[in-house]
């Protein structure tokens, strides 16, 4: 492990928040430190793991691929590309008929900030508190909290910020409003989950002002909460989606989706991507979503989400330091009444991966594929923690 350490510390970039362990083996919800200690993986490489690490049919379909073809320019045609496109078209949100291939979900999200523009005509785009949409610099425009931004300014100009309030967001609209950017379910910001009404009210009031609405689904979408996009919950009908994260079990993948008639108003060459869209992505893309649907992970998420959520909630009735438990499916958040950097750390030690979210809450976004089992391990270690703590 020291020699690990000092050889990334050395050489590469030091921007992570990085525990002391050096992982090199998954399978399913467990990975394996390079010493052979097990830890259960609720991190879930920050959700993407949606499939479990290492699952055969998605190393299958990778491997095949490999060994087939590895990359594709937008400018030939594929047969992955093309398989993977009528797929995720065909599972997605009713309208959304055309899909951009990128490496990411802030790329994705570029590409939807780009499309909403040159559709519209017009260039602000509404985004709201606690938002998260990435690190590049039009998805680090859109997302809410100043500690990302302010070292970067100035940024690209044209977005407000709003609370989930719908005479808020009525007060910012303007004559140059393109569209309002929303994260169905609010992942970095602590899974913040709106109300019915509001989403009902937004797209009546998008509607009325001809404004259009981009779904940031790339940590809630792909069965995270028990439907394949966080959208159905609400009965949302966007207008551009963007989707990454579990989209390929952890393969590097990102897609914007669209309107038709949004997409024409592209010319050829005023978007692209060296990358995007590459078979080996693809294939990783098909593999994921075939499990889904043939494991029925959706059923089983909502299941296991349920289980995981109503027995955190049992903890918070033992100990006092736990605030609120919020979630919806497998996308569930812990707060706190303090900073959570003790506990995550305790965490680690007694082999359990979790995710911070500011200061005082953690989140759990683990393989889609967890068992009732694995959730018992979870919440033994956990309470092993709290009590140790408040102890």
Known sequence: MIDIKEIEDKYIANIYHKRPIAINKGKGIKLWDIDGKEYLDCMGGWGVSSVGHSHPDLVQAITNQAQTLITC?????????????????????????????????????????????KYTGKSEIIAFKKAFHGRTFGALSATWKPKYKKPFEPLVPGFKHVGQNIDEISQNIGPNT??????????????????????????????????????????????????????????????????????????????????????????????GSTFGGNPLACAAGIATINIIEKEKIIDNVKIKGNYFIEELKKLQTKYNSIREI????????????????????????????????????????PPLTITKKEIDQVLNILETVLHDLEQ
């Open 326 to 365: 919020r979630g919806v499916g497998l996308m569930i958040a812990m707060e706190f009444r303090f900073p959570t950097k003790d506990i995550i750390l305790n965490a680690v030690e007694k082999g359990l991966l979790v995710l911070p979210t500011g200061i005082n809450v953690i989140r759990f976004l």
């Open 178 to 271: 393109a569209a309002i950017l929303i994260e169905p379910i609010q992942g970095e910001g602590g899974v913040i989950i709106p109300k019915l009404d509001f989403i009902n009210s937004l797209q009546e009031l998008c509607k009325k002002n001809n404004i259009l609405i981009i779904a940031d689904e790339i940590q809630a979408g792909m069965a995270r909460t028990g439907k394949m996009f966080s959208s159905e919950h609400f009965n949302l009908f966007p207008d551009i989606m963007c989707v990454a994260k579990g989209l390929a079990g952890g393969f590097p993948i990102g897609a914007t989706l669209a309107k038709n008639e949004i997409w024409e108003s592209l010319n050829k060459g005023e978007h």
């Open 73 to 117: 320019t937008g400018t030939l045609y594929n047969p992955v590309r093309a398989k993977l496109g009528e797929k995720l078209c065909s599972i997605s949100p009713k309208g959304l008929n055309q899909v951009f291939f990128t490496n990411s979900g802030a790329e994705a999200i570029e590409c939807a900030i780009k499309l909403a523009r």
